[in-house]
């Protein structure tokens, strides 16, 4: 059984900070600061977006493109997430029922840092390709926190993308996934803290570049493949500089990850961050275009997908929902003190 992408829509917010302006406040030279992570601009979400807004919009937006799909049909949905709004009571149920899949499907709330939602589309593959369940729902989101005066502050951002996984019409076929996954404690966030710590110059080579690197090695290993055989490449980006620099380490080029690199234009959307990326490819993808993603999880893991767009993509009502570049277009900038309004450092007095 063929299992894979039926279809997909994603969603970024439309306000925007920039690093200089982050930097102002802080007394700090945030257009370098900006500069050195590859990071001009940053999205900011409203006071009325968090993650099942989100979620939800990019839901809606994937079902649009396939009128013909009855949402009854999809047996399971999961949101990968790490600002969840709820402690208690699942963002999943949320987005079910809003876009009428309930009441006959699973749903559950996913957590692994930036990968839980590659996590999800793992678990629905599973599902659809064990015959559980017709469709599976996987969403990756975040409205993601960095303290203030911390350098996640010039990078933490907002978005998301949700993937109808299946076996019929699939517009992008998952030829395989694979996971590499250790105990690596880089990043974290303790229960009831509002902003996670980081370990710094840690996070880098033992942490993003070696699960990275170990999970995308073995998936050309696996697939008796060469960066060569792939048209477009997406990698987790918590800034514009690793994946960047982790492409050219693997062997591609720039010409290959540049749709899917969307940090320098909205900041680190965390678990939304490779499915974004992905959504922008396959914005762009044509029949027979293979796709290499590897995803990035602090804690740490990373998943990898060789996928092959079908020739299905051309059937597919893919202006029935606007593109991530319609979506990001016209941005609105704030000021550091409506950015902190609107992420709740500050409070409006009862």
Same mark, same amino acid.
């Given at each position: 059984?063929?299992?894979?992408?039926?279809?997909?829509?994603?969603?970024?917010?439309?306000?925007?900070?920039?690093?200089?302006?982050?930097?102002?406040?802080?007394?700090?030279?945030?257009?370098?600061?900006?500069?050195?992570?590859?990071?001009?601009?940053?999205?900011?979400?409203?006071?009325?977006?968090?993650?099942?807004?989100?979620?939800?919009?990019?839901?809606?937006?994937?079902?649009?493109?396939?009128?013909?799909?009855?949402?009854?049909?999809?047996?399971?949905?999961?949101?990968?997430?790490?600002?969840?709004?709820?402690?208690?009571?699942?963002?999943?149920?949320?987005?079910?029922?809003?876009?009428? /899949?309930?009441?006959?499907?699973?749903?559950?709330?996913?957590?692994?840092?930036?990968? /839980?939602?590659?996590?999800?589309?793992?678990?629905?593959?599973?599902?659809?390709?064990?015959?559980?369940?017709?469709?599976?729902?996987?969403?990756?989101?975040?409205?993601?926190?960095?303290?203030?005066?911390?350098?996640?502050?010039?990078?933490?951002?907002?978005?998301?993308?949700?993937?109808?996984?299946?076996?019929?019409?699939?517009?992008?076929?998952?030829?395989?996934?694979?996971?590499?996954?250790?105990?690596?404690?880089?990043?974290?966030?303790?229960?009831?803290?509002?902003?996670?710590?980081?370990?710094?110059?840690?996070?880098?080579?033992?942490?993003?570049?070696?699960?990275?690197?170990?999970?995308?090695?073995?998936?050309?290993?696996?697939?008796?493949?060469?960066?060569?055989?792939?048209?477009?490449?997406?990698?987790?980006?918590?800034?514009?500089?690793?994946?960047?620099?982790?492409?050219?380490?693997?062997?591609?080029?720039?010409?290959?990850?540049?749709?899917?690199?969307?940090?320098?234009?909205?900041?680190?959307?965390?678990?939304?961050?490779?499915?974004?990326?992905?959504?922008?490819?396959?914005?762009?993808?044509?029949?027979?275009?293979?796709?290499?993603?590897?995803?990035?999880?602090?804690?740490?893991?990373?998943?990898?997908?060789?996928?092959?767009?079908?020739?299905?993509?051309?059937?597919?009502?893919?202006?029935?929902?606007?593109?991530?570049?319609?979506?990001?277009?016209?941005?609105?900038?704030?000021?550091?003190?409506?950015?902190?309004?609107?992420?709740?450092?500050?409070?409006?007095?009862?």
């Amino acid at each position: 059984m063929d299992v894979g992408i039926v279809s997909y829509g994603g969603y970024v917010p439309r306000y925007r900070i920039k690093p200089e302006e982050i930097g102002r406040i802080w007394g700090v030279d945030g257009k370098s600061m900006g500069k050195g992570l590859m990071i001009y601009q940053k999205s900011v979400p409203s006071p009325d977006e968090d993650v099942v807004t989100i979620a939800t919009e990019a839901a809606r937006y994937m079902m649009d493109r396939v009128p013909e799909v009855d949402p009854k049909d999809i047996g399971a949905i999961y949101v990968g997430s790490e600002s969840h709004p709820y402690a208690v009571k699942p963002t999943a149920t949320i987005v079910a029922e809003a876009i009428e /899949a309930t009441p006959a499907m699973t749903a559950a709330d996913m957590e692994f840092a930036c990968k /839980a939602g590659t996590a999800g589309i793992q678990a629905c593959m599973g599902l659809v390709g064990a015959g559980m369940v017709k469709y599976g729902v996987a969403i990756g989101a975040d409205t993601s926190q960095g303290a203030p005066g911390d350098a996640l502050e010039y990078s933490a951002s907002a978005g998301g993308a949700a993937y109808l996984i299946g076996s019929e019409k699939v517009i992008a076929k998952i030829n395989k996934t694979l996971s590499f996954t250790t105990d690596t404690p880089d990043f974290w966030r303790r229960e009831g803290q509002p902003y996670p710590k980081h370990g710094g110059r840690f996070t880098g080579e033992p942490a993003y570049f070696r699960h990275i690197t170990s999970a995308a090695k073995m998936m050309l290993e696996a697939m008796g493949t060469t960066p060569e055989d792939y048209k477009y490449a997406v990698f987790h980006q918590p800034n514009g500089k690793f994946p960047t620099r982790v492409a050219k380490q693997l062997g591609f080029t720039d010409e290959q990850i540049q749709y899917g690199l969307l940090t320098p234009n909205i900041g680190n959307t965390y678990s939304g961050a490779v499915p974004l990326g992905l959504a922008n490819v396959l914005d762009h993808a044509e029949p027979g275009d293979r796709i290499f993603v590897t995803s990035y999880g602090s804690g740490a893991g990373s998943d990898a997908f060789d996928i092959t767009v079908t020739d299905e993509m051309a059937n597919y009502k893919r202006d029935n929902a606007p593109t991530l570049e319609k979506v990001m277009a016209d941005p609105i900038y704030v000021d550091y003190g409506i950015y902190a309004k609107f992420k709740g450092k500050i409070l409006m007095p009862e």
